[in-house]
């Protein structure tokens, strides 16, 4: 662990995260899109207020994981964490921020007794794979379909 990141805190979302997951987003992205994440943050946490969570170092919020509990979806009858959104600032990466968020998530939803956690991962998004790997998922039985909507 980093000087950096000896201080990070691991909390709840909260909705007055909003302009700091805005930021962080176009940080990330280079896109400013305050709507769809206040209705992106509104959904998750109507969903399960506690299952989302964000990374803090001294109030400055560092990075965020949006993710849920499900059950009876995709044929899959057992209550199942599914890690949808998240972001690390790119100046705090390698830092175990990302694996700190996951952990977190991964304790909430075992104690919620969900037994597997489940995520999509688009190919064409470098690292994400290898993140998901580096915590142990693997490749699932369930393949994404899709149809255009023209
Ligand atoms: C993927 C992401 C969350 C990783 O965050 P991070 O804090 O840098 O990850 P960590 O430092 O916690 O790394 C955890 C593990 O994953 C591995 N890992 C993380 N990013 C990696 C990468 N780009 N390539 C290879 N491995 C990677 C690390 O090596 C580490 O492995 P270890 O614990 O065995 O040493 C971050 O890069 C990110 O936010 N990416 C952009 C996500 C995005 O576009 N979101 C918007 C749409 S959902």
Redesign the pocket.
């Known amino acids: 662990m980093s000087e950096d990141t000896a201080q990070l805190r691991i909390r709840p979302l909260q909705d007055t995260d909003l302009g700091d997951i805005t930021g962080l987003d176009e940080k ?2 280079g896109k400013y899109r305050p709507e769809v994440w206040e209705m992106r943050l509104g959904y998750y946490m109507r969903r399960d207020p506690e299952a989302s969570l964000v990374a803090e170092i001294d109030g400055r919020v560092v ?1 965020f994981m949006l993710g849920e509990i499900r059950s009876g979806e995709f044929g899959l009858e057992q209550p199942t964490g599914w890690i949808e ?4 600032d790119p100046e ?8 700190r968020l996951a952990e977190a998530m991964l304790a909430y939803f075992r104690g919620r007794g969900a037994t597997s956690v489940h995520t999509l991962v688009d190919r064409d ?4 794979a ?2 998901f790997i ?2 142990g998922f693997e490749p699932a039985g369930l393949t994404p379909f899709v149809k255009e909507l023209a």
């Open positions: 990330i992205d990075g959104v998240m972001g690390v705090m990466r390698g830092q175990a921020v990302g694996r998004m470098d690292g994400i290898q993140f580096a915590l």
